[in-house]
């Protein structure tokens, strides 16, 4: 429910030790500044464009101005947090991104379920 701000907290704090993913795929985050700006141009272009009732729709994307993978944005994140550790971190911040479905399983298995019943 709380987007990359989420996880980018639990990977700092430790508990996200693992992430089913293929790290060559965008990760379309978009600044909340530039979605902000975007819904006040779509508000004030509904009010010119006169639709009478009709719906507007719309597509907001900024991947095509500055893409990242989810792989380079997991290595950006742990050395921002390297430098700059929380002080309530419960394990090293050390997760990864697996693309094997059963790697990652047994990850979850090994570093989240088994910690969790000790």
Known sequence: THGPTGLIIG????VVRTMHCNPDYDTHFMPVDVTMN???I???ERINAGLDGKALFCNISSDY???IAWGKSVEVCAEKVRQN???FS???????I???Y???MICVVLFHYLPAYR
């Not at 990977?11 to 430790?14: A, D, I, L, T």
């Open 38 to 40: 975007a819904v006040i």
């Open 98 to 100: 697996k693309s094997s």
């Open 42 to 44: 779509l508000g004030a």
């Open 11 to 14: 990977c700092g704090r430790g």
């Open 65 to 67: 101005v500055n893409p």
């Open 90 to 96: 419960l394990w090293y911040p050390d997760g990864s």
């Open 102 to 104: 059963v790697h990652h």
């Open 85 to 87: 550790p929380l002080c």
